[in-house]
T-cell receptor
Framework: GAVVSQHPSWVICKSGTSVKIECRSL??????MFWYRQFPKQSLMLMAT?????????EQGVEKDKFLINHASLTLSTLTVTSAHPEDSSFYIC?????????????FGSGTRLTVV | DAKTTQPTSMDCAEGRAANLPCNHS???????VYWYRQIHSQGPQYIIH???NNETNEMASLIITEDRKSSTLILPHATLRDTAVYYC?????????????FGQGTRLTINP
């Protein structure tokens, strides 16, 4: 149990285009989902927290108009990188939280590697 | 937010116990200690978590000091597949959101 599917696993896009990344909890309902970004040889950096049906809470320094987060249901959250530029190239990881779920409540997706050319 | 301090890297021989320390001296009474690991280019994998008491599961043991200011993750019989970055995290509770904030972690290398 407690599986999070993240799609796509990798994507290459042209500079100036937008990319959408999906995060789905497959066998549980996630009250809260988190989005992280990870640059090479660095740790995960929390970008935002999203709760179903409400606006996401962004961490300091993260541009909410550039990284659009939608949490339309208890099993799906999406992150859209708008007008992507090469510096947005990174590994994006989502995490879904459900109190009582296996693993202390937090389940991570397998990540999406975004390359902007 | 309580911070954690971990050694940057550690080595361990295959088959031996790997003991990964973590310092969290500013931890609050209602904050949990979580351990995750990340193998290259994958999402973090849950290992174990605890509040006060020592915990054990099929993957590892977590030893938390009585004052809760530090903990040790123990992999009893390390294998080559345990090579990864290990993160010790204190779970924060801010305005109802319980986010996990990752530090730099310990890069554990298991040597044959």
């Amino acid at each position: 149990g407690a599986v999070v599917s993240q799609h796509p696993s990798w994507v290459i896009c042209k500079s100036g285009t937008s990319v959408k990344i999906e995060c789905r909890s497959l066998d549980f309902q996630a009250t809260t989902m988190f989005w992280y970004r990870q640059f090479p040889k660095q740790s995960l950096m929390l970008m935002a927290t999203s709760n179903e049906g409400s606006k996401a809470t962004y961490e300091q320094g993260v541009e909410k108009d550039k990284f659009l987060i939608n949490h339309a249901s208890l099993t799906l959250s999406t992150l859209t990188v708008t007008s992507a530029h090469p510096e947005d190239s990174s590994f994006y990881i989502c995490s879904a939280y459900s109190q009582g779920a296996i693993g202390g409540g937090y389940t991570f997706g397998s990540g999406t590697r975004l390359t902007v050319v | 937010d309580a911070k954690t301090t971990q050694p940057t890297s550690m080595d361990c021989a295959e088959g031996r116990a790997a003991n990964l320390p973590c310092n969290h001296s500013t931890i609050s009474g209602n904050e949990y200690v979580y351990w995750y690991r990340q193998i290259h280019s994958q999402g973090p994998q849950y290992i174990i978590h605890g509040l006060k008491n020592n915990e054990t599961n099929e993957m590892a043991s977590l030893i938390i000091t009585e004052d809760r200011k530090s903990s040790t993750l123990i992999l009893p019989h390390a294998t080559l597949r345990d090579t990864a970055v290990y993160y010790c995290i204190v779970r924060v509770a801010t305005r109802g959101a319980q986010k996990l904030v990752f530090g730099q972690g310990t890069r554990l290398t298991i040597n044959p």
